[in-house]
Structure formats: C-alpha cells, structure tokens
C-alpha cells in the first residue's frame, strides 16, 4: 500500500511546452507514461544487478558467467534509452534518479554482500520474469491506447527479457 504512493508520486509528470497532438488521448498517454516508467525503473535496477553479477560471481563457472552476464547487462543498458525517449515522445518526463527508480521498481535490488553464482543466476531468472510481467501489464494499456510503437518496443523487451529468464533457467537444471 505504502509502496503504491511511492510508486505514483515517483511517477513522471507531463512535460511542460507545445501540447502533444498524435491521435491518443492525454490519460491514455498519461497512462502508458507511467506503466513505461515502472519498465524503465525494471529494466535500469535489473541492468545494475546484472552488472555487478558480472563482477563478483566467484567460483567454477566463473568464466561463463562473467561474460554472459557481460552480455545480458550491456543490452540491458542499451534498451534503457528507448524506453525512456518513448516517454518523452508520449509528452512525459522520463524518471532519472536512483530514488525515483527505487520508488517505480516491481524488483529489489542486489543483495550487498555477492550470493554465489548459482544464487545470482536465481535472482536474474526471477529479475527477468518481474520485467517480463510489468512490460505485459504496460501492453494491456498501450494496446488499449492504439499506441503502436510502444506495443513494438514492448514486445520486443517481453522477448528479450523471456528469452534470457529461459537461457539462466537452463543452468539451473541438473
Ligand atoms: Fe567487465
């Protein structure tokens, strides 16, 4: 409950300046703006993890972890940014601070002492599949809205995030 008005207050505002005429409605914008944004904060929490996975994991599959972690939180970083500028385009304010992250995140962030590796490859499993579910619930709304390009962008983010939850699933079977 707590977290929920935390989670709206941290929410992006309508950007300020020459009104936004694309055929959605302000709500519906306003509403996939918001659900972008819980993504966004997803995506950039689940990014920072990954990364400092890719630092500390320790033991006999280090080499394969380290660098498919390496792999896993540079498309992370990289999908961030049209994430955010599809707000922008809806008239919004992207978040950008690490307490607004915080605030919008369905996911906690890494644990401070390093888990083991097996322990780290279960945390992202569960990572990936939380972001697969906020980018489902933010589709429900831009498919409603009849906004297409962020029902793209979202598709793509739910197969990435779909795909990768399946590859760290994988290492965990005997
Ligand atoms: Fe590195």
Not at 53 to 81: K, R
Not at 116 to 128: C, D, Q, W
């Amino acid at each position: 409950m707590g977290k929920n008005a935390k989670k709206r207050k941290a929410a992006p505002a309508a950007a300020a300046g020459t009104p936004v005429d694309i055929g959605i409605s302000a709500a519906d914008r306003g509403a996939v703006a918001d659900g972008l944004a819980r993504l966004l904060a997803d995506t950039y929490t689940l990014y920072l993890t990954t990364h400092g996975f890719h630092w500390n994991v320790t033991g006999p599959m280090f080499q394969t972890l380290h660098s498919m972690f390496m792999t896993q939180y540079t498309e992370l970083w990289n999908a961030i940014d049209p994430i955010a500028e599809r707000i922008r385009a809806l008239g919004h304010v992207a978040p950008g601070s690490h307490a607004q992250f915080a605030a919008l995140a369905s996911i906690g962030e890494a644990p401070a002492q390093p888990p083991k590796a097996l322990e780290m490859v279960r945390l992202l499993v569960a990572g990936h599949e939380a972001v697969a579910r906020t980018a489902r619930a933010v589709f429900a709304l831009a498919d409603a809205a009849g906004d297409q390009p962020t029902a793209d962008l979202l598709t793509q983010r739910l197969d990435v995030h779909e795909k990768t939850a399946w590859m760290l699933r994988s290492l965990l079977e005997e």
